[in-house]
């Protein structure tokens, strides 16, 4: 009996240490991202992407991911996908309808995704027209671009959900990295899918400085990242830098990861969707 109760304690200790070897291997393996992009036309998405593909990679080599990016959208299918954990839109979204085909299909069939700023917008008529129900009305849960504040400018972020991963480590307010922010169409607070995580205190207003009075906010409520509980997905309304235009020499004057709270928030956000513990 003695011998029995041995082998079972035995059996039981082996058990629980493959168990936890198996965990720590699954938080030490790195998780593969892909971040697709256009980086044309408008000069603040193009920095942002620029510097984003600079400081996602440096960032993998700390918090165990892989960073690849690629301006091919016709990357967007299955096979190409299926190579991936997570994948991040930097600036906008696939226009074919075969890719988007299959992005829906890769995020109904457990991918990850994680949007910034401009890869929400849609606006009819424009060069990105809401023609996408699916993605802007059910996924994002926005609808359409309604307006923006000008020029880019900090603001004052409130964290809406402290229980998230995503806001985890965060204090409850801090202030973000210069922004163009955007207004939506849709109220996400009706909307029983999606859960805002983090919006603009009101100690931000006024929030831009124009010149057209349309283009600073004076009051409202404004989410800027949020996830859709039926997906694991998180969109950003961060990634339009600041660029001297007004001067004439286009130079960028700001950063999307200057801010380390925000820098912070992006960190935990991927590291959440790559399906990694947060310290």
Known sequence: MRIFKHILKTISSLIVFVFLCSDVNAQTKPFKVIAFYTAKDDLTHISFVHEANKWFPKMGAQY????????????MND????????????????DDSLQRIAFEKYMKHGGAWLGFHFSAFALTPSKYPQNWDWYHNEFIGAGQYVSNTWHPTSAILRAEDKTSPVTKNLPETFKSAPNEWYRWEKDLRQNPDIKILLSIDSSSFPLGNGPKQSE?????????????????????????????????????????????EQDTLIINALLWLGGKKID
């Open 216 to 260: 600073i906010w004076h009051s409202g409520y404004y989410p800027v990242v949020w996830t859709n509980t039926k997906y694991k997905m998180v969109y950003m309304n961060m990634g339009h830098n600041d660029m001297d235009y007004d001067g004439g020499t286009n130079r960028q004057l700001s950063s999307t990861f200057q801010s380390p």
């Open 79 to 94: 096979s190409f996908l299926s190579n991936y954990n997570v994948v991040i839109f930097l600036d906008t979204r696939p």
């Open 64 to 75: 165990h991911f892989t960073y690849d990016s690629t301006n091919d959208w016709n990357n």
